[in-house]
DNA sequence: AGCTAACCGAGACGGTACGTCCGGTCTTTGT
DNA sequence: ACAAAGACCGGACGTACCGTCTCGGTTAGCT
């Protein structure tokens, strides 16, 4: 997000009361129906102090996403399913309204803009990729995994159906249909014996 | 689509005109930059023409991507991995600019609009879905397939990396990719021997 | 005042409500703090419309002011001087405050807008001058005048004064200060003997 | 003009700064397109020095032109007519554009702004009708002109025709109109012998 | 000669209005 | 009688300036 405006003079206040203002217009009234004048109106701020700052409103929401959503890494307590089943459970509430909100119409926006679609990639999922691989190298190392798992595909086969369910509306999975879905991903990532 | 004006005395030549359009226009602007407006323009039909018959933009779209791709059934040569392998480069297809437009485009505006949702899943998604859950059915029938696989989970594990990346814009997969991605998935639903 | 959209089609009651709104606004605010979105407030009317019809505010007050000035003929008693004392007072009346408001605001934004000012002088003053002249060659039929005299040279004498004093507020006259000006201006062109 | 701060600490070499980027940009862009924010880029001074020593633009503008045009005193050559004649035409160059682009904007400003309708009348107009009074005291004593006339009603007959014209864009005089606007004008004041 | 108050540049800020675009509704007109 | 054409209200857009307000840094003039 480059700023052209000289970054030392930003107002802190103004930033915090924009980005507070966003998340709490975002869970009133939907991604789609916010808007930029009324962010600026409930958070006391000129529309132009955002435009300064933000080149959209899909960049607003992302990082006032990125400000609430801060990187929680992976939890790691040795059972890598039920790390899993906690992990994702996490993350199916954040795509769920009322706070699903925001997250949801962020990635609507990023399907359509190339750019917000980037800064999506870079500052929200990209950390939590490498939190990802960090647990599955670990779950590697204690032997639960196969050494030479491919962990792009195993990122994929993992987190794949949730958002798959999510874009067409098939209703996210409940705690056992979850479950179910980490037991099978997994399957394909044990740890065989040499073929002989 | 609940159609209020008498659907007997619809003209179908404007229907045709506004169908075409739009698909002209999408592919041209991109969903985003499409607009109601422009689609009259273009088929020389008035706005009001088009809001008697559909609700809104998404719902043109919708019936127009539906119109161009008829369902085709998931092919049946016999090798499962191949099938889906040759079917999943069709979808990826689908997905891809510069004929992803409008289907993604949807997606995205499905995700604001639980109306649009709805007729999304209802008449594009549920046929190709009976379509794979026919073709798996035929695949447990010849044995590639555990008789007691979960095909609602088997969908996810198939379908879902794909939207995922989709999604993340972390890039479709090419040829090699796939096929890696989908004996994985396959891979949760082999038949095996009973566990003694 | 070129009108791109068919006129035909145009909304009679819009335009009334336009024109209501801005002379109405333009005496409480002043023709400064008069702007387009309160007139559409006032009027209940979208910007667009009024921007569809009107190039600028300007050209809005000036039709507003033409509306509502209609040209009113010079009086004709007989006496040329009585005549243009009460013609004047009437003129001086229209850039008095309140009233003057909208005709003053008029005529500073024509300053600075040549297109504008175009449009004042084409519908607003020329018919005022054509009326002017007219009572002029009837004064001089009457002998009141000389023949020959030069009319625009007197339309200068006689209005020039009080926009002189507008211009750079020096005060309007009084009856007893207007019948003065008058006199000296009439006195230009009286009917002279053939200087011998 | 009150001034808050110490006019001692002012810095004159940013007041010059400011009244050349006036005048320069005023001549370019026009009055209505001259901006404070240009006037200070252009200058290289913060808007706040402009808003610390003027109230507004109008206030620089009739500054700059103040500044600019100082007091000339009317011409006294003997030949009352010609001496207005040449003054005359110096006040119409100063109307006209460009150079009258300043003059003209700050007059229609002044129509709509009573503080400097107030400076302009005192600090550029004022000297300009003590020099004119004096000029004609001159031509009263030198028995050109009736010892009583009223130098009020003259101001107005000579100069204005002159702003008439330019209210309502009827076009400057060019030289022979002058003489003769000049000579009607001046005939309502010339040396009557007593009338019987 | 050093201190300190002020003016200075820079420019971010809350605002207001701009003129445009498009959504969705309603009216007119011609066939 | 219908549907094209398109005017209409509404509301958000992103921009331009307004006039105010910190900031450090410099500078002038009084200790």
């Given at each position: ?21 966003t ?123 196969a ?20 874009i ?22 044990e ?6």
């Amino acid at each position: 997000m480059p700023e052209s405006p000289n970054p030392l003079r930003r107002s802190e206040s103004s930033r915090r009361a924009i980005l507070d203002a966003t998340l709490k217009l975002c869970a009133e009234l939907g991604y789609g129906r916010l808007t930029v004048e009324a962010i600026a109106a409930q958070a006391g701020v000129s529309k132009k102090t955002i435009y300064r700052w933000w080149p959209s409103k899909g960049a607003v929401v992302l990082e006032a996403v990125d400000d609430m959503a801060a990187v929680a890494a992976h939890p790691n307590t040795g059972d890598l399913a039920a790390d899993f089943h906690s992990q994702l459970t996490t993350v199916i509430d954040l795509l769920t309204p009322p706070k699903g909100s925001a997250a949801v119409g962020l990635i609507a926006e990023a399907l359509q803009d190339a750019d917000l679609a980037h800064d999506l990639r870079e500052r929200l999922i990209r950390p939590r990729i490498a939190s990802f691989e960090e647990r599955m190298r670990q779950a590697q190392r204690d032997g639960q995994l196969a050494p030479d798992a491919d962990l792009d595909v195993a990122l994929g086969l993992i987190y794949g159906p949730i958002y798959h369910r999510l874009i067409f509306h098939l209703g996210m999975p409940d705690a056992e249909q979850l479950r179910t879905l980490i037991d099978h991903a997994l399957r394909a990532f044990e740890p065989r014996p040499p073929t002989q």
